[in-house]
T-cell receptor
Framework: EAGVAQSPRYKIIEKRQSVAFWCNPI?????LYWYQQILGQGPKLLIQ????????DSQLPKDRFSAERLKGVDSTLKIQPAKLEDSAVYLC????????????FGSGTRLTVV | GENVEQHPSTLSVQEGDSAVIKCTYS??????FPWYKQELGKGPQLIID?????GEKKDQRIAVTLNKTAKHFSLHITETQPEDSAVYFC????????FGPGTSLSVIP
């Protein structure tokens, strides 16, 4: 089966600019996750979707981050305006079931804010 | 909230030796215990998992053991090879997933 697709692979922006990341999960996977991984740390959950509904966005900095999953398939994560501390790898993952199931991750988007 | 720790944080072994990484968690209701491997420039990849009604699971050179009473589970890699070099994360689940801080494994040829 095809994996989780993410684009772009790399992005460099100046602080206060905006950026968007795109994710296409594995076909049939109802649950989609966005994670932020800062260098040297484990992934941190930003938002979790079940189909096109939000299950958990408690750790999403809503003043600058937003995410949507229209039609329950592709998803977009946006940052506006970006801060230096947003420099990280943004990982998208999907799973067949909500919890109690392994995730399939994409390769991520490495964001550098200068 | 849930606290997840991994030990050691770094591990260096000779090729052919065994490696063991331990994950401790605080939420006693956790019921799914996966291990992920992350190579440089890639996303984490699920390598093995175990559910709360099983004590041990093995898949070729890797195995996972679970001690629910003590709230820890461990990843065992036997006959290590250079391609096992990566960062390994545990991510126990109850109502949400929290990834451990990671263990960097280096296998020296």
């Amino acid at each position: 089966e095809a994996g989780v697709a993410q684009s772009p692979r790399y992005k460099i922006i100046e602080k206060r600019q905006s950026v968007a990341f795109w994710c296409n999960p594995i076909s049939g996977h109802a649950t989609l996750y966005w994670y932020q991984q800062i260098l040297g740390q484990g992934p941190k959950l930003l938002i979790q979707f079940q189909n096109n509904g939000v299950v958990d966005d408690s750790q999403l900095p809503k003043d600058r981050f937003s995410a949507e999953r229209l039609k329950g398939v592709d998803s977009t994560l946006k940052i506006q305006p970006a801060k230096l501390e947003d420099s990280a790898v943004y990982l998208c993952a999907s799973s067949l079931f909500l919890l109690n199931d392994g995730y399939t991750f994409g390769s991520g988007t490495r964001l550098t804010v200068v | 909230g849930e606290n997840v720790e991994q030990h050691p944080s770094t591990l260096s072994v000779q090729e052919g030796d065994s490696a063991v990484i331990k994950c401790t968690y605080s939420d006693s209701a956790s019921n799914y215990f996966p291990w992920y491997k992350q190579e440089l420039g890639k996303g984490p990849q699920l390598i093995i998992d175990i559910r709360s009604n099983v004590g041990e699971k093995k898949d070729q050179r890797i195995a996972v053991t679970l001690n629910k009473t003590a709230k820890h589970f461990s990843l065992h890699i036997t006959e290590t090879q250079p391609e096992d070099s990566a960062v390994y994360f545990c991510a126990p689940i109850y109502d949400k997933v929290i990834f451990g801080p990671g263990t960097s494994l280096s296998v020296i040829p």
